[in-house]
């Protein structure tokens, strides 16, 4: 099997170090939910020492958000974290220890159990992917709920996060066809034409172009083939199996193996993906699933932030 490019979370943190496009994403949902809470005034202002606690099993996942949270809104405070990022917990683990003003501990509650309970409900839910699967990635989509922050989350879990936005890879889907066809131009030949014109200098690394049956994928491939050939590379293309049945991903990578073109595939099934199939999925030959339900309709991790009393 082909690695897939799907991790791109070296382009949110590097060496443990959130990245400009991270931080810029942060900063923007940190500032709204502190708005939106409009946290008040302590009744009386005092140093006190706090813990977050687990109220149930799962993967943590917020270290990088919290703490700026943290910097941003509650500088007086001191963190001390419990548990590395990633690690297992344990209903009852504290998670996290909080020292500081009353005030700012108050202010920043809410928004802080509820950054750290979303992430970690996504992290968790991934990692119940991922452990099912041996033979393929599991990747989030561009559907998520809030941003980078939910392809953190699925990162942290295990997951793949796929394309971070619309500028970090090329994918051309159904309605990029349909647009770019031109007036008497087949679906194929359109399809030929648009996949001839790439920018390999750009985009050979990861490319994605989404196919919705057996022709479509082997003219996709071949187009590929002859593209990379005329510019001698050797970099495959993602082709994306929209909506289609286990039955026919197994008939598409029958035809490609004996086109020999499936070297020059990573397959991604996707649209409509249960954990429930997963299973099949896994055995189907393809490269990597990506799916929405890592990520989407998750519960969150419960979590308690109790304040222990007066500190120093």
């Known amino acids: 099997m082909l690695t897939p490019p799907h991790d791109r979370s070296g382009l949110l943190s590097e060496q443990g170090v959130p990245t400009t496009l991270f931080l810029d994403s942060i900063d923007r949902w940190i500032e709204t939910m502190v708005a939106d ?31 700026r949270l943290v910097e941003k809104h509650a500088s007086d405070c001191s963190i001390q974290w419990m548990l590395e990022e990633g690690d297992e917990i344990m209903s009852q683990d504290t998670i996290l220890e909080i020292s500081g003003n009353s005030t700012e501990i108050l202010k920043i509650e809410r928004v802080l159990l509820n950054i750290l309970g979303r992430l970690s409900g996504i992290s968790t839910s991934t990692h119940d992917w991922v452990t099912i699967t041996k033979n393929i990635g599991v990747a989030c989509t561009r559907k998520t709920d809030w ?21 970090d890879a090329l994918m051309l889907k159904e309605n990029d066809l349909a647009t770019m066809k031109n007036k008497n131009e087949s679906e194929i030949d359109a399809l030929k034409r648009m996949i001839s014109d790439i920018d390999l200098e750009q985009n050979s690394e990861f490319t994605i172009i989404e196919v919705q049956n057996i022709e479509q994928a082997v003219v996709a491939a071949d187009t590929w083939f002859e593209l990379q050939k005329a510019h001698a590379r050797t970099d495959p293309v993602v082709l994306l199996l929209d909506n289609m049945m286990i039955s026919q991903v197994i008939e598409i990578i029958i035809k490609l193996k004996e086109l020999n073109l499936r070297k020059w595939c990573i397959l991604e099934g996707s649209g409509g993906i249960l954990k429930d199939s997963i299973l099949d999925w896994d055995a189907s030959g393809v490269d990597l699933v990506s799916t929405s339900a890592v990520n989407r309709g998750i519960s969150p991790l419960d979590l308690s932030l109790i304040i222990d009393g007066e500190g120093k």
């Not at 990162?155 to 394309?163: D, F, P, Y």
Request: aromatic fraction near 6%.
């Open 37 to 67: 809470d409009r946290g008040g005034d302590d009744f009386m202002s005092r140093f006190v020492n706090a813990k977050v606690i687990a109220k149930g099993n799962g993967i943590i996942c917020g270290h990088i958000i919290i703490e």
């Open 147 to 167: 941003g980078l922050l939910d392809k953190w989350a699925v990162h942290i879990g295990g997951g793949l996060t796929h394309r971070l936005d619309r500028e």
